[in-house]
């Protein structure tokens, strides 16, 4: 049935995980374990055409604006801990819009869209309660940041939480997302984005959960391993909360990654590259939808659907508007999720990113008119076809259990454009461009048309000013 004719407004949980392979699910390789998962997909709709940003932030500005980083100066890198920069304050956000309509709005986990100011923290952006941490990564067990600058990063409300010091961070966050599910009154819809520390690093995990895996015999990938069963476990939890509370029967869960496994640990296997680059191993993202509102499930989607289309997906199962957002990337995919109908998206940008080879703090387009610089990193999918362009590296990763299984790029190291049937070619083996040089020319028109639109790159300088030990030893606010 229509999400819209059991309730007007379902509940919403989002799940997001952190730095998850492609290849690290049950569903797509038996020797992972993960139960709760593998049974939520199979219960809802599996997408397996899913796109997310190759690196943290960028993913999460665009779950919540709907929009492309290019559009706020966003296009490179993460939002570091130590520059002042964040979400643009006058970017409209997915939570602020879902209050609007009624929603409680609860936010628990990894933010990492800035702190400099606190109206960029997630109070002030949406969210009525949060319970989780402003930067990107963190001890799972003190919670403090170490490094050059270091702090706890730990934050009840706008305080600091001082007394979890020793409990696990997957095993907190699905506890602090556990208890605002069951204190939630059915009289009102919420909106749960639950944003997992895991399984980013650094590699932690309870001892018990790697004897599941004794028989990886690299130590980083076999903590890896019990990372991510540890977090199946978390979302099993949530789960029963759900169902315990009586909300799982309007109620709209939705699993994604931000970005592909790094090099070092997981497996996007087969798909080419890692976090950090445009191939599709830190693109394509473990992503599905499940919940009795949907039309047809227990089945898989190669619907078109990229991490921008959340904004005003979910703004049209709950009844809320778009109007007076700027203008939106994303698409509603409610339809192609929900019935298996085609998806209103045909084309995805990537990203451009001028900064890439060099950290620049100046700024000056490389395309005018119909021409873009191909050493520009960059890369665009229209239909089957993606173009990609600038240095890009990265071969293929099997997973082998003494993490041997590298195979490397064979393209030689000056090669700055490639042009892909990803259709045919998920796995970016066959280069195309030669034998395709109108479509290259069309996809590269496209990418100046883009880049023409893109507003100037911020990175603001270094702050020292933000250190925590200038600030009662804690992470937060420093302007």
Known sequence: MEANRTNNKPNIIFILADDYGWDDIGYHNHLIHTPNLDRLASEGVKLENYYVQPICSPSREQLMTGRYQIRYGLQHGIIRNDRPHGLPLDEVTL?????????????????????????????????????????GSEDYWTHRRYGWYSGLDL???????????????????AKKASEMILKHKRSQPMFLYLSFQAVHGPRQVPE??????????????????????????????VTKALKTSGHWDNTVLIFST????????????????????????????????????????GRKSDALIHISDWFPTLLRISNGSTTGTKPLDGFDVWDAISTGKTSPRKELLHNIDPFYDAQTPSYSPLSCDNIFNTST???????????????????????GPANDGFEESPDPPDKRLWLFNIHNDPGENHDLSKAHPDIVQDLLERLAAYNKTAVPIFWPDIDKRMNPQLHGDVFGPWL
């Open 258 to 297: 931000d970005n592909g496994a790094s090099k070092r640990v997981g497996s996007n296997w087969p798909l080419r590259g890692w976090k950090n680059t445009l191939w599709e191993g830190g693109v394509r993202g473990i992503g599905f939808v499940t919940s009795n509102l949907l039309e047809k499930t």
């Open 377 to 399: 990193y960059a890369a665009l999918r229209t239909g089957n076809w993606k173009l990609v362009t600038g240095y890009q590296g990265a071969g293929w990763k099997r997973r």
């Open 155 to 173: 934050r009840d409300q706008e305080k600091p939480a001082l007394d979890e010091n020793g409990t696990y961070s997957t095993h907190l966050f």
């Open 208 to 237: 018990t959960y790697l004897q599941e895996y004794m028989d990886i015999n690299d130590n980083f990938d076999r903590i890896y391993a019990a990372q991510v069963t540890a977090m199946d476990e978390a979302v099993g939890n």
């Open 95 to 135: 939570p602020q819009r879902l209050k609007e309509i009624g929603y409680s709005t609860y936010m628990v986990g990894k933010w990492h869209l800035g702190f400099c100011k606190k109206e960029y923290t997630p109070l002030y952006r949406g969210f009525d309660k949060f319970y989780g941490f402003l930067t």
